[in-house]
């Protein structure tokens, strides 16, 4: 999978969670600060992802790294790839 496959994917489950459109989602869209995340928001995304990507569970300390779309894309990219 590709990391635009990996980015549109991840367009879509925020889109969905946030009640957003797509579109207004880039790689450097922050969580906290651009998506108004709160930490319910985050743990349900984080499954989300976990599901969609078929990963298995993304383990805390790397969670504590991912603040913006972008680091999602480029960790699941790590993961979908090795």
């Not at 590709?2 to 450097?28: N, V």
């Not at 928001?41 to 969670?63: N, Q, S, W």
Request: charged share 35%.
């Amino acid at each position: 999978m590709t990391m635009e496959e990996i980015f549109k994917k991840m367009q879509g489950l925020i889109a969905e969670q946030f009640a957003m459109e797509p579109e207004e989602i880039t790689t450097d869209s922050s969580f906290m600060d651009d998506l108004g995340a709160d930490s319910v928001d985050l743990v349900e995304l984080v499954m989300a992802m976990e599901e969609e990507f078929d990963i298995g569970e993304i383990a805390e300390e790397d969670l504590m790294e991912l603040k913006t779309v972008g680091d999602c894309v480029r960790y699941l990219n790590g993961k979908l790839n090795d």
